[in-house]
């Protein structure tokens, strides 16, 4: 990769102020920008107290001091780091000082990381997980970023992808042989049999998919139902705070008000909607059309009434849970799961008193709990992830069904494959492919 020749800076801490905020600096610049701030590079890699001053001797601020030569360091080159007092003005001066120095200058967004990634110390799908790490919030999605970034899935697509170089690299020996007349199908079995191997193992990898993507932005609950149900006041009481209007005036909702929640680790956007009815008021039938709409992409939902002859017209083909509010009112009435049909249960609660809810709170846990299920295995986080993966399987399925027809449709299959785990990886290069063909196949020719 290119040698990249400007410094870059960024105040890497949270927004000021802070108790301590970070500006960290890397590349060549690095180790002269700590000397100049505090008169002499520090030891490597041990944190070190040192008094910045500007470029007249004066003070600027008491600090800790790191200094990771490269590139070894985490961005692969010079990295320094200043640990100072986190107040907007001793932020604002030594930005000023860096600022002025040569070939220095403020970092884009995630350059730092991409550094990392250009100087090979990460692959792309570990940038992805540390993306997601720093994203995440709640503990599954930070189990599943640490996963990426300690590099599962980069691990395994590497080693598919020099599996397949290497099944490749038989097939091309096949070729190189038969130019002399002399095929030997010994060379391709293997490499069949190998290839037919790598495939299973990636459509496993994929068949174990779907959730896991979904743990990045969560599963969505929507609470619908008639107007006056209480489902804001139910909104409010799953969000432990007021975050929807609650009014004994029917249609009082009518904006979707979403709140993420954060269940026994798993991400949930609950999502408050317009009491569903007939009516002429053209700001509610607004309202109507977005629940309903709301309601249709949902992953849950939560049907509210105040008793049970409430008409439902369905309104999504997912899951419906049934919840009878409002019990506090009725003498008989007993709270909380009321049955237990796992496909639509009903649910009897007080979002006003709050009985029942710990009923509804833990069934919703255990929905998403099976919902996200298989994602402590899942490899794929994302979208690109899948497409080159499924990219890369379809190619060895069709390398597998064109090798009667010459081995070289087969090879340009593999190589086709491997390209795309090669994108996955975000590294491709062809040279691999040749350097173990020449290195292994193709002694004297
Ligand atoms: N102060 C501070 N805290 C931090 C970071 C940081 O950069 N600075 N990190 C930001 O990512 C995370 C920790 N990750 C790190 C990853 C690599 C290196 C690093 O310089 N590694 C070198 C040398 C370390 C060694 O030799 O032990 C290496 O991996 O070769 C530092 C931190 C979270 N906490
Ligand atoms: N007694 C009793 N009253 C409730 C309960 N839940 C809600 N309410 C009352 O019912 C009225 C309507 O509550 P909301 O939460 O605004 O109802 P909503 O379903 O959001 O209504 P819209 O937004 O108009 O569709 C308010 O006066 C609430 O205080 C409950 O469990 N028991
Ligand atoms: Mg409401």
């Avoid at 640990?83 to 907007?88: A, I, L, T």
């Avoid at 919030?137 to 992808?161: E, I, P, V």
Wanted: charged fraction near 25%; aromatic fraction near 4%; hydrophobic fraction near 45%.
């Amino acid at each position: 990769m290119h040698p990249h020749d400007q410094t870059i800076f960024a105040l890497s801490s949270g927004r000021p102020p802070s108790a301590i905020a970070i500006v960290r600096l890397s590349g060549v610049g690095a180790g002269p920008a700590l000397q100049t701030l505090t008169g002499k590079l520090p030891p490597p890699r041990l944190a070190t107290r040192a008094l910045l001053r500007d470029d007249r001797g004066d003070p600027i601020d008491d600090a800790v001091v790191l200094w990771f030569p490269g590139p070894a360091s985490a961005t692969g080159e010079d990295v320094a780091e200043l640990h100072v007092h986190g107040s907007r003005a001793v932020i604002t001066t030594l930005v000023s000082l860096l600022s002025a120095m040569p070939q220095m200058r403020a970092a884009d967004r995630g350059e730092f990381t991409r550094r990392a990634f250009e100087n090979g110390k990460i692959d792309l799908t570990e940038a992805e997980g540390l993306d997601d790490l720093i994203h995440a919030d709640t503990d599954r999605q930070r189990r599943q970023a640490l996963r990426q970034l300690k590099g599962l899935l980069g691990d395994k697509a590497r080693s598919w992808r020099d599996q397949i170089i290497q099944a490749a690299a038989l097939i091309e020996a096949g070729i190189d042989f038969a130019d002399e007349g002399d095929v030997p199908a010994e060379l391709i079995a293997p490499a069949l049999a190998w290839i037919r191997q790598l495939l299973a193992e990636i459509e496993e990898v994929l068949a174990a998919q779907g959730r896991a993507e979904r743990l990045r932005d969560g599963l969505t609950v929507v609470i619908a139902g008639p107007p006056n149900a209480g489902k804001s006041t139910l909104m409010n009481q799953l969000a432990r705070r007021e975050v929807a209007i609650v009014s004994p005036h029917a249609g009082t909702t009518r904006d979707l008000i979403e709140v993420a929640l954060d269940l026994d680790g798993y991400p949930v956007t609950v999502i408050d909607t317009a009491g569903i009815r007939q009516t002429d008021d053209p700001v509610e039938q607004e309202g109507v059309r977005r629940a309903r709409d709301r309601a249709a992409q949902a992953d849950l939902v939560l049907w509210l009434t105040e008793d049970d002859q409430a008409e439902l017209e369905r309104q999504t083909d997912g899951p419906i849970w049934f919840v009878r509010n409002k019990i506090d009112l009725m003498i008989t009435e007993q709270s909380g799961a009321i049955s237990v049909s796992p496909e639509s249960p009903v649910f009897a609660i007080s979002a006003r008193s709050g009985a029942g809810m710990s009923d509804l709170l833990e069934a919703l846990v255990g929905f998403a709990r099976d919902y996200f299920g298989s994602t402590e295995h899942g490899l794929i986080t994302r979208e690109r992830q899948r497409t080159l993966l499924s990219e890369t399987a379809a190619a060895l399925r069709r390398s597998i069904a064109v090798v009667d027809l010459g081995e070289e449709l087969a090879a340009e299959e593999l190589r086709i494959a491997a390209l795309a785990l090669g994108r996955l990886l975000g590294r491709v290069d062809v040279e691999d492919l040749l350097d173990v063909i020449f290195r292994e196949f193709c002694i004297g020719k």
